[in-house]
């Protein structure tokens, strides 16, 4: 017997069960980013491994360590996509979508990542994306973190999630703040952890956010990024807060709030909860005024948001949010054999005048005991039996297998019965 083939390890299948709660969530994300006149666009999961090492960093971890990377037949480097904003841009760019325009832009789509798979974390994940190009004012970060809210307003989930914001102000500040603090830190290199003294050169900005707890210890006397802000940037996160509070919008400024990815610069936010153990980031990003130019492109601002869709859902059945579903409305079948040849005609005359209606066909011969209790077993809030009469018209009997909040409104069944005829 040949060996069973199984799933990549991080790579998951998404089976009929679990369907119906992402179909939820990713039509509720297309009704809202609708609501703000977002575009869909959608990007190859296969791009040149360039584009990602411009665009993130050479030195970051994702690229340095988790991207799936491979040379094609024709010795070009190629990457799956780790991430949406690079992909995003690099096709704004190719097709002139950014050139003198402003375009609002949404993705939804799998990201690759060779990382630990741990709950709500795979190897292949998904991420909804929002990306707004050619805006620089505060109006635009402030419309970008309220289209998130409203999603958690539409979910039923804003009381579990923390809006955490932070500015990188510009490139100049940003660098003079850098060398701040990696002056500071060389001074405890000895009590760094690893990964630590490995970013003091590299990508010092990321240390903020180390998990060690003695590093964090040395951080508390560590120099301030907000310290070192710009009056252009100061001014900038100034105007983004109060146009939050008038929206009613609560935030937390967290200065060791950097993201992991090098082309960020002044707003950075993410959406934290506490409902998922230690994957609290549910929604992430900010402005990069620099990556459309760094590209290729003309210099262009822009800002946006990822949010991972296996968090999202972890997160919505943790708190019970995800609506019920019905697979079957009505289940048909036949009484004897000569209605068994009319039965799949009798299914498609109750698709087409009930259109909404998921209907499911019965088959197989079992006597009608058993096709009841298959009926019964499949979900199905009623049951069609179908037979002939001695004339051979069609004749029918409807059982209300089970009681459903969102039950289909049959005033009158016999009238269903009549309009099959």
């Known amino acids: 017997m040949a060996k069973t083939i199984q799933a990549i390890r991080g790579m998951n299948d998404i089976l009929p069960g679990q369907s119906p709660a992402w179909q939820y969530v990713e039509g509720v994300i297309r009704k809202v980013a609708a609501q703000y006149s977002y575009q869909e666009i959608r990007m190859p999961v296969l791009e040149s491994t360039e584009l990602f090492k411009r665009s993130i960093g050479e030195v970051t971890d994702i690229v340095e360590k988790e991207m799936y990377t491979f040379d094609d037949r024709n010795g070009d480097s190629l990457t799956l996509r780790p991430e949406g904003t690079a992909s995003c841009v690099r096709a ?12 609002r832009l949404w993705y939804m789509g799998p990201m690759f990542r060779h990382e630990r798979p741990q709950k709500g974390r795979y190897r292949q994940f998904h991420q909804f994306g929002i990306e707004a190009f050619g805006m620089d004012g505060p109006e635009i970060d402030a419309e970008v973190i309220l289209l998130s809210a409203r999603l958690w307003q539409e979910f039923g989930i804003a009381e579990q999630l923390e809006l955490q914001i932070n500015s990188l102000a510009s490139n100049e500040a940003r660098g003079r703040y850098r060398d701040a603090l990696r002056d500071y830190l060389r001074q405890h290199e000895e009590a760094l952890d690893e990964d630590s003294k490995r970013r003091l050169d590299s990508n010092v900005l990321r240390i903020l956010d180390s998990k060690s707890p003695e590093t964090q210890a040395l951080l508390v006397d560590a120099p301030r990024l907000s310290d070192y802000w710009d009056e252009e940037s100061r001014a900038h996160f100034e105007g983004l807060t109060e146009r939050l509070a008038a929206a009613g919008v609560k935030c937390v400024l967290n200065e060791k709030l950097v993201r992991g990815l090098d082309y960020y610069n002044r707003t950075v936010f993410e959406w934290v909860t506490t409902e998922l153990g230690a994957q609290g980031t549910v929604c992430a990003g900010g402005r990069y005024d620099g990556l459309v130019e760094q590209l290729g492109g003309k210099a262009t601002p822009a800002v946006g948001f990822a949010m991972g869709i296996e968090r999202l859902v972890l997160l919505l059945e943790s708190q019970d949010r995800i609506p019920s579903v019905t697979a079957v409305d009505l289940y048909l079948m036949a009484g004897d054999e000569r ?21 499911m066909l019965h088959s197989g011969t079992q006597n009608l005991k058993k096709k009841l209790m298959k009926a019964d077993k499949s979900g199905a809030t009623y049951a069609l039996i179908v037979d002939c009469d001695v004339n051979g018209r069609l004749e029918y009997q409807y059982k209300h297998l089970r009681k459903r909040d969102e039950d289909k409104n049959f005033t009158d069944l016999a009238e269903l019965a009549g309009l099959l005829d």
């Open 92 to 103: 704004g760019n190719e097709h002139g979508l950014l050139y003198n325009q402003t375009p």
């Open 339 to 359: 209605a068994e040849l009319k039965l799949p005609a009798v299914a498609e005359k109750v698709r087409d005048k009930h259109p909404g209606l998921k209907v």
